[in-house]
């Protein structure tokens, strides 16, 4: 240590430079420079732990009781809201590369999305190993809260075109997280996005399918689906668009994977046992798993 920084102390970190950081690097053999520390950090932080906000992310763990599989339970939780805010921003941003015929973008946004949504479905894999038993010595502390109650996965849900003014409509009480879920009721959602970019290129989309109220459920069209069996009918001739269907039907394939994790892990940790919220748990979760995102794109293959 130069005698600068053993005369500033050890609250007055001056960061290694990169000629000293290839120095060390060099005399130790290319192994990493194990210098964690730096300035916008302070002195009892890590640039990692800074940038990443890790201590932060760290103290939100509070399970009630000492059962510890209630840790597994309340962390998956927790990873699964973060990767529905990755996916809600994501769909948005391809929803916007759309509307900007930006196919190109859209696709490789899209590709993010597909690998994002794989590390959604093994997020069950912890909470599939919990046991009845286990579930049981902490269940009660859950009360009524339900994932179903997540404004983030409903916000998702629209985003991806699953509109319910419904259950927007449940958020009412809660001013903010209101607000956000309305607007991602009324904005148009990806496959808006999708159907739009199809009426410019040329396909028979009725107006009224691109200019509807978009909170309003979705309603599938002879015209669409036909639109979509063009499509495949003429792969090399519409290449691009072949390539989007396909990357909209891997995100379709893999939010059904994740409902189907959902229900299998429900069932073999509750039974049949009511779900919490109300819900019916698993015959409930039945009917949510046979829904299908972007409608005429699966229909379009009956008629192929």
């Not at 399918?209 to 599938?220: E, G, K, M």
């Not at 015209?223 to 792969?235: C, H, K, L, N, S």
Request: aromatic content about 10%; some cysteine.
């Amino acid at each position: 240590m130069t005698a600068k920084k053993m005369a500033q102390g050890p609250r007055a970190y001056i960061p290694l430079t990169e000629d000293e950081r290839r120095e060390r690097a060099e005399h130790s053999g290319g192994e990493p420079v194990f210098d964690f520390r730096s300035g916008a950090a302070g002195p009892d932080s890590t640039a990692y732990v800074d940038y990443h906000s890790v201590d932060a992310l760290l103290s939100l763990q509070h399970p009630r009781t000492g059962e510890p599989a209630e840790l597994a339970f309340y962390t998956v939780g927790q990873v699964q809201e973060l990767l529905f805010k990755l996916l809600f921003t994501e769909a948005n941003r391809v929803r916007d590369l759309l509307f900007d015929d930006r196919l190109d973008d859209a696709l490789w946004c899209l590709r993010r999305m597909e690998r994002t949504q794989r590390v959604l479905v093994a997020s069950w894999e912890p909470v599939s190993t919990i046991t009845a038993a286990e579930f049981a010595a902490f269940r009660d502390q859950l009360g009524v809260a339900s994932g179903i109650q997540s404004h983030m996965y409903r916000q998702l849900e629209f985003a991806l075109g699953n509109k319910s003014p419904r259950m927007a409509e449940a958020y009412e009480g809660i001013s903010q997280l209101h607000k956000d879920v309305d607007a991602a009721l009324r904005a148009p959602s990806m496959y808006d996005g999708a159907l739009a970019l199809l009426r410019r290129r040329g396909a028979p989309i009725p107006e009224d399918h691109v200019t509807r109220d978009f909170a309003q459920p979705y309603q599938p069209h002879p015209a669409v689906e036909e639109a979509w069996a063009g499509i495949y009918r003429d792969p090399a001739g519409q290449r691009d668009l072949y390539v989007f269907a396909e990357a909209l039907s891997d995100v379709n394939h893999q939010y059904s994977l994740w409902r189907s994790a959902h229900l299998l892990t429900v069932e073999r940790v509750l039974g049949s046992k009511p779900g919490s919220g109300g819900t019916a748990g698993v015959a409930w979760l039945r009917r949510v798993a046979e829904h299908r995102f972007f409608p005429e794109l699966l229909s379009a293959r009956t008629a192929l």
